[in-house]
């Protein structure tokens, strides 16, 4: 594994260990109500075409990162639409 992948892997680590904490408080207090919606679709939809981007580019990174990341943001956003 080459040292740009190291670093690719490592972002994507620290990204997706970033949700984590905003997805556990949503479904633990079911309180969603200071959360924008607006700005989640748009996390989402950044996280949908580096996704997209990386399947294109063939980078392992990315390809997880964004899967993850996506996956993490969509249960934000079943969590606001449920708790709303």
Known sequence: MTL????GFAAGA??????VPQVV?????RRTRDL???AF???????CLWFTYG???RDPALIVTNLIVG?????ILVA???FD
Do not use: D, E, N
């Open 41 to 47: 679709l748009l996390l989402g939809t950044g996280a």
């Open 36 to 38: 924008s919606l607006g």
């Open 55 to 57: 399947l294109l580019m």
């Open 80 to 82: 606001k639409v449920r």
């Open 71 to 75: 996956l993490l943001i969509s249960a």
């Open 4 to 7: 740009t992948s190291l670093i």
């Open 14 to 19: 620290v990204t997706v260990v970033s949700f």
């Open 25 to 29: 408080r949503v479904w633990r207090t």
